[in-house]
């Protein structure tokens, strides 16, 4: 490589330069059994055991199409917004062990779904080109030498993840940041997750991405020559591919040269891309119908069950929160990917300040299981906080152990002696304070602002001690605040 | 001895199934040597079954309806545990893991499984000179062809190993060597009989189909293979055999048109031979005498079918092909790398006809030229259909020779593809539609070899190939109904 | 007769397929396959204008099979047929200069 190689790492693209990526992810769909035969479509250590004729290619062997399959993966074009319509599954011709025909059959010109969008959490919109029903290879482990493939003595092939169902979606070249990248990929995860088609893994590989990545000089429209990365192992490692690439292609534009279009293979650990092997007539897939299928062809009826048993998706989800609560998209975000929403929404129309009950979902029920919380208690603990009766150190621990054991507030706060305190209560104490101390209360009321500022330190602290510590710092400010006006 | 009449004998007792399948090994012991119809005698599996059969008698339990019957099984049919090599180096030896759903049904019938016939290499072939083990000779002639690709399967019916075979066919194999050796041979409509388990050739072409020594036997052996199988997403689903039932309904009234561009007169092809065409017009005079009701039309694209055929079938093959590669069964050439393997692999592996339809296919779909060639031979194929349609409007069946010559000596084709390609000017229109067809024999040539006719038939229409069949047999046979 | 189709191309479709040609055979198939091709020049010089093409010569659409399992092969059956293996898997020579 040359000298000039990018460095990775920098926060930011040189001022001049846009980037420009699509993603193209591969989902496993979680059915029972494969796309074209019944072996088992599940993960198995024991290799080449969910296998038959028809996944391993065997002379005379044929495929039939898996309903289930087909379902999920209209339902998945549907999830994304877009026209599904009459297909045909085609043959992608080439050699590699890994695929026992040695063509892979796919959906080339006439694919299930085509022109769709995904919303991102910001509102920024990544059109969908199309997405596409696939059988998935086998897995090739390379033994000997490094373990990588230039190095190996020999390989071996395994066929139990061949003829796996996938759906291929393909994104425009709409995106223009890496944030927005992991954002796509996270938003599909989500859905796929609402849908309940795949269990999108990246770790496990049951959803894959693909990166193209360009650039182009701010303020031009052209699409300048993309390299798709391969290997891409999690949404981290995709932000460090697709920025290294694009410095690479800048670099090399400032150099007067420019980028080759390849398929190059991500290396994480060496945080860089390199080109994939020669491929000289690879790219001539010969791609024609497939003959031992025949076409799919959904009726009207059948895109309208499946609209109407569609779920809320997470875009929905958000934007209905978002419609009840000032709260930061972040937030409705992190709430929604987590299924919070559902509670969130309940609490609130039982009355419990929306954007309080979003703050602390976000900030204090980061949990994995928060099944005996439920949205009475929430709303409850949430007003008890609102309204001054806990502080909001108090509420932490009233809501921790909400999600231990469940349970009513009032009462876990009577266990621990959180003093409910009757606003009254309060307003006596502060009274009398006010009374008892006239002249820190004229410096509070016509002092400068370093006088107020000192004076709210000693009530509070007068008050705290009067309290024995019970009282909410905020309700405090408050009082004192009303009462000099 | 016809198979209808074996079944009845087996099932009443008269015979046991293991004396009939002794005498049918007997003229294989005798004559196999000399013809070599096929790859593997499956001895012991037969005689198995037999016995079997004999035991279901003994006990009175229910029969199959070819119970007893011994047939022979064109070698790229996947028999479970049995070598099964489409007569290439590539497959030698490879035993597959499963039986197509044909060879399960045929077994379910108590069918006797006399071998596995040889055939043009993958079924690429109209003399089954290509097979890698040595090529069939006629049993009529054995200084001439038996026809392709199906060549085995026609020859031991045509030399009684069995009274009955299965074929492929895929542009005339099974119908143009039943022609040659002077035998019934048919293809159903594409859809009508199941394809797993047939190795591919060109996949939507291919049809498994019934070689007897009599149409009515053929009948039969078609009724019990057609009908819909759900491994096969390429398979019909509202089909019932019942090519039987037409046997005895004669001609009367049927209207039958006669292709002017097969008929060798103003318009026709070249290359159809006087006495060929001779025998064809004393059959078509003989439906005529029956009461069909007989006329000549034109077909105009009847005639493309050739140019369409070796562009659509070897692209598909040079697809199907591909997975012998050396990577999980049959023949490996060890190589430095995968790659390398895979191309010594197929180069050691296959014969030269094959790899010319490999290459021809590939071209015709690569970068640059799929519109040209595939993509054209696919709106060819459209029109066919469409003028077909029309045809059948004001036809019920279409009468045709089956080849353009008689069986003709070995060598004699094998220079120039083109002249073995033209072998198939009269069947590949039907392959190339999904049409039915039957060859049956009427008469010989001026060399004393047979002549086929042929008897064309709309989709869904293989009874009627029957009925008509059954006909012209009985006029070639004197007017008796044998 | 034209050469329609050059040893060149015959070269590249070779490496496309997996075959390895002799110098002999790379001009017999050029011949061979410019002979075919030229036949096919009657199909070449059709005006099909609009016609849409067809794949399979049967009107069938949708035909789908339910999500259940069938039982799988033995995987002793399968590697039975295997030119080599190890640990349960197809062992094939280290795979070099392909789609990655």
Known sequence: MTSCEPTVHEPTLPDEWELVVGLEVHVELATQTKLFCGCANEFSTDPNTNVCPVCLGLPGALPVMNAKAVHYAMKLGRALGCEVHDSVMARKNYFYPDMAKDYQTTQYDKPTSIDGELVLGDGAVVGIERAHIEEDAGKTTHVGGGGRINDAMFSLVDYNRAGVPLVEVVSRPDIRTIEHAKAYVNELRDILLAIEVSDAKMEEGSMRVDANVSVRPVGSDELRTRCELKNINSVRSMGRAIEYEARRHIVLYANGEAPRQETRHWDEEGGRSTPGRSKEDADDYRYFQEPDLVPLAPSAEVVAAIDATMPVLPAARRARLGELSGASPEVLATVVERGQDGLALEAIEAGADADKVLTRLQNDVAVNDWSKLTSSSLAALITMETSGELTATQAKQVLADLIESGGDPAAIAGERGFEVMEGNELEDIVDQLLADNPDEWARFTSGDDGDRKKMQGFFTGQIMKATKGQADGRAIAQLLGRKAN | ?482 | MSERITRDEVIHVARLARLDLSDAEIDEFAHQMSDILDHAADIEALDVGDIEPTSHPLPMVNVLRADERRPSLDRDEVLAAAPAEQNGQFRVPPILGDEL
């Open chain 2, 1 to 482: 001895m016809s198979a209808r009449s074996i079944a009845a004998d087996v099932a009443s007792g008269a015979r046991s199934a293991a004396s009939v399948l002794d005498e049918h090994l007997a003229r294989v012991a005798e004559r196999e040597d000399e013809i070599h119809a096929f790859n593997l005698v499956t001895e012991d599996k037969a005689r198995a079954q037999a016995d079997a059969v004999d035991a279901l008698v003994a006990a009175g339990e229910p029969l199959g309806p070819l119970a007893g019957v011994p047939l022979a099984l064109k070698d790229n049919m996947c028999t479970r545990g049995i070598p099964t090599t489409c007569s290439s180096k590539i497959l030698e030896g490879w035993r597959p893991p499963y039986d197509a759903t044909v060879v399960s049904r045929l077994a379910d019938a108590g069918a006797v499984f006399v071998g596995k016939t040889n055939l043009d290499e993958f079924a690429m072939g109209s003399s089954t000179e290509n097979s890698a083990f040595g090529p069939t000779r006629n049993p009529l002639d054995t200084g001439r062809v038996p026809g392709g690709s199906s060549g085995g399967s026609a020859a031991a019916v045509a030399a009684d190993f069995a009274p009955l075979a299965i074929g492929s066919d895929t542009g005339g194999s099974i119908r143009q060597p039943a022609a040659f050796c002077g035998i019934v041979g048919m293809k159903p409509t594409y859809g009508a009989v199941s394809r797993y388990g047939l190795i591919a050739f060109g996949s939507s072409l291919d049809q498994f189909g019934p070689f007897a020594a009599n149409v009515a036997d053929a009948a039969a052996l078609f009724d019990v293979i057609a009908g819909h199988d759900p491994l096969d997403s390429t398979s019909i689903t509202d089909f019932t055999p019942n090519a039987v039932d037409h046997l005895d309904r004669g001609v009367e009234g049927l209207r039958v048109g006669v292709v002017r561009e097969l008929s060798g007169g103003a318009g026709s092809v070249d290359g159809l031979s006087a006495d060929v065409l001779a025998r064809t017009n004393e059959a078509i005079e003989a439906l005529a005498a029956a009461g069909a009701k007989v006329e000549e039309v034109s077909v105009p694209s009847a005639t493309l079918g050739l140019s369409a055929y070796y562009i659509v079938a070897p692209a598909e093959a040079s697809s199907n092909l591909a997975r012998y590669d050396g990577v999980r069964y049959g023949l490996r050439v060890d190589a430095a790398t995968t790659g390398e393997m895979n191309t010594a692999t197929r180069t050691a592996g296959f014969g030269a006809e094959v790899k010319r339809r490999i290459m021809l296919g590939t071209y015709a779909l690569s970068a640059g030229y799929y519109d040209a060639f595939y993509g054209k031979a696919l709106k060819v194929r459209t029109m066919m259909l469409r003028d077909f349609a029309s045809v059948y409007e004001n036809y019920d069946v279409l009468v045709t020779p089956t080849a353009p010559t008689t069986a003709f000596p070995f060598g004699e084709r094998s220079a120039d593809p083109m002249t073995m390609y033209v072998n198939d000017v009269c069947t590949i229109p039907s392959n190339l539609t999904g049409h039915p067809g039957i060859s049956v024999p009427f008469g010989v040539g001026d060399d004393g070899l047979p002549v086929g006719v042929q008897v064309l038939a709309p989709a869904l229409g293989d009874g009627l190939t029957f009925q008509v069949g059954a006909v012209l047999e009985a006029a070639a046979n004197g007017g008796d109904a044998s």
